[in-house]
């Protein structure tokens, strides 16, 4: 998995810990969500030098007005089980696993010329604009990543099927970004070459 403009390492996790995106929901929703004690929610977990930002599944326990007092069912960072109270604006519904069935996974190759541009910081920013033009409607999932000769899509059917519209494009425009660079570097070996010719009539070493 990646996550969102590269805050965090890419991380390997089982299937049944990823989901869809969330539907976005208003403030106003945010504000009128009020689970019940006993319902199981997930709560927003802000970024720390440990863990990215992310959501975590717990119990609700109580509430007064908009706050709400839940009881993390994974285990903190000490390793110990905690309580938190929290305003409903960081509590969602549980999301939907994303299951590996509702995804697809595809490879799109690359010419030679370009095999070492897929592990450049540049490629990066490509798949990222890719990633970003292929997700279309809320709840899709796209992750773009160059491997060995190959552009690799893994994600919900549609998305991937928009990547696989779009790639060809940036990598037809890169080849040409490379056919220029070649050219210059072909004509700048040429002047160069060319200034190291003793003119006529001048000994060499004078």
């Known amino acids: 998995c990646s996550f969102f403009e590269d805050m965090w390492p890419d991380a390997t996790v089982p299937a049944e810990n990823v989901r869809l995106p969330p539907v976005k929901r208003s403030e106003d929703e945010m504000k009128a969500f009020q689970p019940s004690a006993g319902e199981v929610v997930e709560v927003e977990i802000q970024r720390s030098e440990t863990v990215p930002r992310g959501w975590r599944k717990a119990k609700v326990k109580g509430h007064q007005a908009s706050w709400f007092l839940v009881g993390l069912k994974e285990r903190l960072e000490d390793g110990a089980r905690g309580e ?117 009539g001048v000994k060499a070493g004078k």
């Open 84 to 200: 938190v109270i929290l305003p409903n604006t960081r509590l969602r519904p549980c999301q939907q696993a994303a299951g590996i069935e509702c995804l697809e996974r595809a490879e799109v190759p690359v010419p030679d010329k370009l095999v070492e541009w897929l592990s450049t910081s540049q490629a990066k920013v490509s798949f990222r604009h890719v990633q970003q033009m292929a997700l279309g409607q809320e709840g899709e999932l796209l992750v773009v990543r160059g491997q060995a000769e190959a552009v690799l899509l893994i994600g919900t059917a549609v998305a991937v099927q928009r990547a696989q519209v779009l790639l060809p494009a940036i990598l037809q425009q890169q080849i040409q970004i490379y056919i220029w660079k070649d050219a210059m570097k072909q004509r700048q070996d040429a002047l160069d070459k060319r200034n190291l010719k003793v003119e006529p």
